[in-house]
């Protein structure tokens, strides 16, 4: 059974930081592309971003690019997205999730998800 469970969400001001993680078990870890994802109320879930299996590729939704960073350390399971210079827009419960392919991850897909954790960007 796979498990995702993200953790590093919480309530920040505009403007400033936070790094959401997420370790996964029960697949291999090494060849599943993982991206993270996020939804508000009435909106139905989105990609933020999308990294390949070995790391070597990632793409972003329009609305993130040079703001938000994806990465993985393949050693730990785990999966990463670096959040700068967040904006009240951001604000939406993150999601991870496990794309059976990539990069076409719709295609085939989300074989998992994670519980999702709350980010809250407020003055």
């Known amino acids: 059974q796979v498990r995702l469970t993200e953790s590093g969400g919480g309530l920040v001001q505009p403007g400033t930081s936070l790094r959401l993680s997420c370790t996964a078990t029960?697949?291999?870890?090494?060849?599943?592309?993982m991206g993270w994802f996020r939804q508000t109320p009435g909106i139905e879930r989105g990609l933020v971003a999308v990294m390949s299996a070995d790391g070597e590729d990632a793409y972003y939704e329009n609305s993130v690019k040079g703001r938000f960073t994806i990465s993985r350390d393949n050693a730990k399971n785990t999966v990463y997205l670096q959040m700068d210079d967040l904006k009240p827009e951001d604000t939406a419960v993150y999601y991870c999730g496990a794309p059976n392919s990539y990069p076409d991850i719709w295609g085939r897909g989300i074989r998992a998800w994670g519980r999702g954790t709350q980010v809250t960007v407020s003055s």
């Open positions: 029960g697949l291999t870890f090494s060849t599943s592309p």
